[in-house]
C-alpha cells in the first residue's frame, strides 16, 4: 500500500526544529561516487554559465533537461538530501544519486533520483523505468538502504501512485516545481520499511500565504531541519 503521510497545514514559527546534523555519519563519505559526465557544470550557477557563454538554446532538451536536474539537486537539499549529478551513457535513468541523513535511519540512506521535467502528468511507466534504475546502480547504491525517487513537475497521478503501491522496490515521488519549490512527496510500503518509517510529509506556508506554501518533513511531531 502506497503510504502518503497526513499534511500539516500550518507551521508553527516557534516549533522546535529537528536537526540532521546530529545524525550524520561518516558513511557517506565512503561511498565512491561515479565521475561526473562534463566538467563544464557541477551545479545551476555553472549550467547557467556554461549556457550562456556557448548560446544554448533554452528550449532544447538538453538545456531543459539538465536545468531542471540542477534545480531538483538543489530543492533536495533543503529537506536533507545531498546529492550529486552523474547521468550519461548506460545511467540506467539516473540523474542524481546521494545521501539522506534522517532521524529514522541509524546510517544515511542512499538515493537514486530519475528527473522528468514533463509539461504533463508522468504515466505510470515511469515507475517500471525507475524499478530498472535499481538494477543499473553503482556500486554503493545496492542492496539495503537504498530509495530510488521520481521527480517531476506535476502531482503524482492515479496510475502512478498505484503502481508505486504495487512495486517490490522502496520508491516514491516528488513534485518538484520549475522553480525549485517542492509540494508534494509520497512514498511505498517498501521505503517506509527501509528507514522512511515515521517520516511525515506536511506543508509549510510562508506568512500564511498558499502560495508561498513547500513541504517540509517531521519526526516525532517536530519539524526536520537540514
Given amino acids: 500500500m502506497l503510504r502518503l503521510p497526513p499534511p500539516i497545514r500550518h507551521f508553527r514559527p516557534a516549533q522546535q526544529l529537528f536537526c540532521l546534523q546530529k545524525y550524520t555519519t561518516n558513511a557517506s563519505e565512503e561511498l565512491a561516487y561515479p565521475e561526473h559526465q562534463t566538467s563544464n557544470h557541477h551545479d545551476l550557477p555553472s549550467f547557467l554559465q556554461y549556457a550562456s557563454r556557448t548560446d544554448m538554446d533554452p528550449r532544447s532538451t538538453t538545456y531543459v533537461g539538465t536545468h531542471y536536474e540542477y534545480t531538483v539537486q538543489t530543492a533536495l537539499s533543503r529537506i536533507g538530501l545531498s546529492l550529486k549529478r552523474i547521468g ?7 540523474d542524481l544519486i546521494g545521501t539522506w541523513n534522517l532521524p529514522s535511519s541509524l546510517q544515511p540512506l542512499k ?3 530519475q528527473c522528468k521535467a514533463l509539461a504533463s502528468k508522468a504515466e505510470p511507466k515511469v515507475v ?3 524499478e530498472g534504475a535499481f538494477v543499473g546502480a553503482p556500486t554503493g547504491w545496492r542492496g539495503a538502504g537504498v530509495l530510488g525517487f521520481l521527480v517531476s513537475k506535476k502531482p503524482a497521478s492515479k496510475g502512478v501512485r498505484e503502481a508505486l503501491g504495487r512495486s517490490r522496490w522502496p520508491m516514491g515521488y516528488v513534485l518538484c ?3 525549485g519549490k517542492v509540494l508534494q512527496m509520497l512514498w511505498n510500503k517498501r521505503a517506509e520499511q527501509e528507514g522512511l518509517e515515521g517520516i511525515g510529509v506536511g506543508l509549510k506556508y510562508a506568512g500564511g500565504e498558499k502560495s508561498e506554501r513547500e513541504v517540509i518533513l517531521t519526526w516525532k511531531g517536530e519539524t526536520i531541519k537540514d
Fill in 111 to 113: 538515493v537514486l533520483i
Fill in 88 to 94: 550519461g551513457k548506460s545511467d540506467y535513468g539516473i
Fill in 177 to 179: 516545481e520549475d522553480d
Fill in 128 to 130: 517500471r523505468e525507475l
